[in-house]
């Protein structure tokens, strides 16, 4: 059984930073990718950034090109997104996503697993 658990949302003051992590357990396959997702109330599910197995290539949103960076534990098991310079406009559930094959990174429909979200709010 897949799990994906996400920790690390908080309140926290514009232009600060916070450092969320995604842990899985029971993925099996050795391809694809590792996202994070977010939704802000009233608004629809957006790509951030993601991660492939393969190779750790990265992929990001425009909107945190710069400001966020994704990584992944040697043991490919844990995901992080390191978040600074946060705005207001970053405040939303914070999901994590793996797929076998994603494309293109941001396509949600393509992943297979979805972690329950973690929440980040972000002060004026």
């Known amino acids: 059984q897949v799990q994906l658990v996400e920790s690390g949302g908080e309140l926290v003051e514009a232009g600060g930073s916070l450092r969320l992590s995604c842990a899985a357990s029971?993925?099996?396959?050795?391809?694809?990718?590792m996202s994070w997702f977010r939704q802000a109330p009233g608004k629809d599910n957006e790509f951030v950034a993601a991660i492939t197995w393969a190779n750790s290539r990265t992929y990001y949103a425009e909107s945190v090109l710069g400001r966020f960076t994704i990584s992944r534990a040697n043991a490919k098991n844990t995901v992080f997104l390191q978040m600074n310079s946060l705005k207001p406009e970053d405040t939303a559930l914070y999901y994590c996503?793996?797929?076998?094959?994603?494309?293109?990174?941001?396509?949600?429909?393509?992943?297979?697993?979805w972690g329950q979200g973690t929440q980040v709010v972000v002060s004026p």
């Open positions: 029971g993925l099996t396959f050795s391809s694809g990718a």
């Open positions: 996503a793996a797929g076998r094959n994603p494309h293109p990174p941001g396509a949600a429909l393509d992943y297979d697993y």
